[in-house]
């Protein structure tokens, strides 16, 4: 039973950016601000320092495959990055002091980094003609505004259960 | 495994790189089909999403409920006022539509590019990394949607099928067409229609921009925008919302309107999937 909390949670995650977007009351703010949630990377990085590189990697892999491939339909772009970036996120953790804020702010630095490539990789391939300024202000903003209100009120609670899988792991 | 990474992760880094390039250009070639294994993968994950999506549904309509009640006396009063206005269009419909039929049987003309079989379908999901405005949903190539089908909300046009599997289906909103991507349509107006086509949207006005209309058409405010059926894929007469300002083009030989869409993309539960009854029939023939 306690093997599966970890895809469950992965699941849960996965499902919840597109509930989030779907059921988000539509304001102005909405339609006139595009703010994307990033709640997978933030899981993906939070395994990677909580419980071990090889999960976090293996997560981000199959779940960045499962993104491209169910909502984007660009294959490649998310199945790439989500592993490059949890494994950037565990060298860099050897620099710096394990603590929830430090994982925080490192999980708002890796969003932008992830927002800018997506935002590079569109205008490489011509789908978006969005220029920088807008891009900076009308999202780059408001994504991080959305993600570090989820870290504040989440990051706590996924930071206890992940440890707690840590430990089970351990055991076995 | 963390062995393996450090002694090539360079090589590894590249090869992955290379590998990314070939699927992102794989995955932008124009594809009529998904492949099944991206089928399976969309419809298992599908399922999940419907058994999610339902009770945080339910949530999110009970508190969006009780905003509604706020506005209920006002909507009360305007709508009494419109009641009357509905009658008499409701008994001219009526005689007009028996009218049509009975000029069509004089004709001996049964099909016509309006008639349409609906699909009801649910949005399970939408794409939330919002490059491309997508939404996900729960009818696919077993319940009859095809590629490029129109789909529909009640007040309007949203959008086309981008791709199909067997039991979801991914719709592209209007608000994320591309340039390959026109639809055929015409304006309503007092003497006779004037045709063009809808080539993509502007996102600072949230217009759709409706080009090619000849240069001494006239065109005024408010009036209707309508998909044409001349495009072979979507019947005649969705509407898809109401001009707003009409601008000479880039180069001053046609006009360019611009289109506020009647329904609105980013509040959609429920969509109605259109196949065109004359297809329908073709199919059927050729069987």
Known sequence: MKKLFLPFLAILFFVSESLFVDLWPKSIWYEHYIFAPRFLLIFILFVTVYVTQTHGMVYGLILGGLYDVVYTEILGVYLFSFPLIAYIAAKAMKWFHNHLVVTCFLSMIFVSILEFYVYGIQLFIGKTAMPFEQFYSYRLLPTLLVNALFLLFFSYPLKQWLVKIERYEREE | ?287
Do not use: C
């Open chain 2, 1 to 287: 495994m963390p062995q393996f990474f450090l002694n090539k992760r360079l090589i590894l880094l590249l090869v992955s790189i290379i590998f990314l390039v070939a699927l992102i250009g794989f995955s932008l070639k124009e594809r009529k089909e998904l492949t099944w294994s991206e089928q399976f993968v969309k419809d298992t994950t599908g399922f999940v999403q419907f058994l999610f999506h339902q009770p945080a549904q339910l949530v999110a309509g009970f508190f969006e409920n009780v905003q509604d009640i706020k506005n209920t006396y006002k909507e009360n009063k305007l709508l009494k006022a419109r009641l009357e206005e509905y009658v008499m269009l409701e008994a001219e419909v009526q005689t007009l539509k028996k009218e049509n039929e009975e000029l069509r049987a004089v004709l001996d003309k049964k099909e016509s590019l309006r008639d349409f079989i609906p699909i009801e379908a649910t949005v399970i999901g939408r794409n939330p990394d919002r490059w491309q405005e997508t939404v996900i949903i729960n009818k696919g190539e077993q319940q009859g949607v095809k590629k490029d089908m129109a789909v529909i909300t009640p007040s309007g046009l949203i959008g086309k099928i981008q791709h199909a599997s067997q039991f979801t289906s991914t719709v592209q909103l209007l608000s994320a067409l591309d340039r390959q991507n026109r639809i055929s349509a015409y304006v309503q107006g007092q003497e006779g229609s004037v045709f063009g086509l809808i080539e993509g949207y502007d996102d600072k006005r949230q217009a759709l921009l409706f080009k090619q209309i000849p240069f001494d058409a006239k065109i005024e405010k408010k009036q209707l925008v309508l998909t044409s059926g001349l495009g072979g894929i979507f019947p005649k007469g969705l509407p898809i919302g109401e001009v707003e300002e009409v601008v000479p083009d880039e180069y001053g030989l046609t006009k360019m309107a611009y289109v506020k869409p009647a329904a609105n993309f980013y509040d959609v539960d429920d969509v109605i999937v259109v196949k065109r009854k004359i297809d329908a029939v073709q199919e059927e023939e050729t069987k």
